[in-house]
């Protein structure tokens, strides 16, 4: 993974946060989680040949991300 792909992550997480309304919004602790989080799947993803053009056509995998961790916080 190079510099540009976590560019890409870190804008992809920072836009997703952005859908979320006023008060659901990840903090900024989550938004870092979320794109370490988003990272390691493509990191994983990219073993099999999985691109983020793979991802984005299934599903909004940083939006997910950011879900992913508020769940894990909530659940704390």
Do not use: K
């Amino acid at each position: 993974m190079n510099q540009n792909d976590l560019n890409e992550i870190a804008h992809r997480v920072a836009s997703a946060a952005m859908e979320f309304a006023p008060g659901h919004r990840p903090t900024a602790a989550q938004a870092a989680d979320a794109a370490a989080m988003l990272r390691d799947m493509m990191q994983a993803a990219g073993m099999h040949g999985v691109t983020f053009a793979d991802f984005d056509a299934v599903a909004h995998f940083a939006r997910l991300a950011i879900q992913l961790v508020q769940s894990r916080d909530e659940s704390r």
